[in-house]
């Protein structure tokens, strides 16, 4: 499981919702990626590209995009704007 460390943030603000990401973020095989310079070129890219501003979800999208994965959202509306092609599993 990849968690971009940006979609994590934004997650953390409301942590009484987040048991089922603090099981997540516990277990050995969760890789935390953090938002790096060849990261952050690419969401600048993305966001200007698709004219929108959530860095959180255009990281999502790169970090998807990179490993080739779905991407588990409540937000599938904003991702599909992000990415139309992106295979989009709602929880």
């Known amino acids: 499981m990849i968690v971009p460390a940006t979609a994590l943030a934004q997650a953390v603000r409301e ?14 095989q969760t890789k935390i990626v953090h938002l790096d310079r060849a990261d952050a ?3 600048g890219r993305l966001l200007a590209a698709s004219r929108t501003s959530d860095i ?5 999208v790169v970090c998807a995009r990179r490993a080739g ?9 904003d991702l599909a704007r992000l990415d139309p092609s992106a295979v989009l599993v709602r929880v």
């Open 56 to 60: 959180a979800d255009a990281h999502v």
């Open 41 to 43: 070129t690419s969401v």
């Open 15 to 28: 942590p009484a919702r987040q048991a089922r990401l603090a099981g997540l973020l516990r277990q050995p």
């Open 69 to 77: 994965t779905a991407i588990a959202t409540s937000d599938p509306d």
